[in-house]
Nanobody, 123 residues
Framework: EMRLVESGGGSVQAGGSLRLSCAAF????????MGWFRQAPGKEREGVATIYTDRTSTAYADSVKGRFTISRDNFKRELYLQMNSLKPEDTAMYYC????????????????WGQGTQVTVSS
């Protein structure tokens, strides 16, 4: 069984922090590009951050650059998103995703998705 399970979402005041986690099961996690996406009601799904298999190649959406940090632990088979200085516009459902064999880019076709974890930021 191949699946991704997110956790760590919740409600926080603007300026606060949250750390999202994604546990991977049933596939060769270390060989996959990993990413975080989000979707707010009435808006398109947005790529938040990606990280390549080597753990050193990362990319961020302009809207979160300098505030969010993506990381991975290939031994634990987990992906993380540290979110600092949260803003109300960060409110969305956040999804963990995995990609193999394609360019590690939010515009690529991501083959595996988690169920999502809700992040709500109030002012």
């Amino acid at each position: 069984e191949m699946r991704l399970v997110e956790s760590g979402g919740g409600s926080v005041q603007a300026g606060g922090s949250l750390r999202l986690s994604c546990a991977a099961f049933g596939f060769s996690y270390s060989n996959f590009c990993m990413g975080w996406f989000r979707q707010a009601p009435g808006k398109e799904r947005e790529g938040v951050a990606t990280i390549y298999t080597d753990r050193t190649s990362t990319a961020y959406a302009d809207s979160v650059k300098g505030r969010f940090t993506i990381s991975r632990d290939n031994f634990k088979r987990e992906l993380y998103l540290q979110m600092n200085s949260l803003k109300p516009e960060d409110t969305a459902m956040y999804y963990c995703a995995a990609l193999y064999g394609g360019r590690c880019d939010p515009r690529s076709k991501w083959g595996y998705w988690g169920q999502g974890t809700q992040v709500t930021v109030s002012s």
